[in-house]
């Protein structure tokens, strides 16, 4: 129906347009303007950075590990031995875990990020 790189105008298509992009992983960016009016074209979305990512790690990070092992010591004097085992050894992944992505990205530039989450103790849940 339509093309990845695909040059279009602002027509009664263009909700078509981005459906199709949303359905197909692509975007529509506008381009330079010629004599006819504003131009459209259907582009790929664009792979975050190696920055990015580390910077996602570390929020996500943030609101998956911190907001837990942040908790009082009152908390933690109702834990086991054995959960606070597991749950500093969580916790040292996460820290880890620009390292972890940076040595796994050098191995295979295409990474699955999910392969490196930390997960969590199943008591957590």
């Known amino acids: 129906m339509y093309n990845l790189g695909e040059i279009f105008y602002l027509d009664k298509e263009y909700s078509t347009r981005a459906k199709f992009c949303n359905e197909n992983g692509y975007v529509i960016k506008e381009i330079e303007p010629d004599e006819k009016g504003r131009r459209f074209q259907i582009q790929e ?5 190696q920055d990015e990512i580390i910077d996602m790690l570390r929020e996500r990070r943030k609101q998956e590990c911190f907001s837990i092992v942040n908790r009082g010591i009152l908390w933690y004097n109702k834990l086991t031995t054995e959960q606070q085992f597991e749950l500093d050894e969580w916790y040292r992944k996460w820290l880890d875990i620009t390292d972890t992505y940076r040595n ?5 530039q295409n990474i699955d990020i999910e392969s490196i989450i930390p997960t969590a103790p199943s008591w957590l849940k």
């Open 45 to 49: 979305i664009p792979k975050p950075t």
């Open 104 to 108: 796994a990205y050098e191995q295979n």
